[in-house]
């Protein structure tokens, strides 16, 4: 589980990062050992 307090002050790259997960979008890009991935969250069970 992630809890994030205050998170309107956080890195705006970060904000838009987690709104692509929270969103029903659920993908999210990454770096990965220096190899761009995108992560594809659809179908997965989180919590934030």
Known sequence: ?????DIQHCNPEFLQKFISLSDAQRKIEGVYKGKTKTYDFRGKKFVL
Do not use: E, P
Request: no cysteine; charged share 20%; hydrophobic share 60%.
């Open 1 to 5: 589980m992630i809890y994030l307090d």
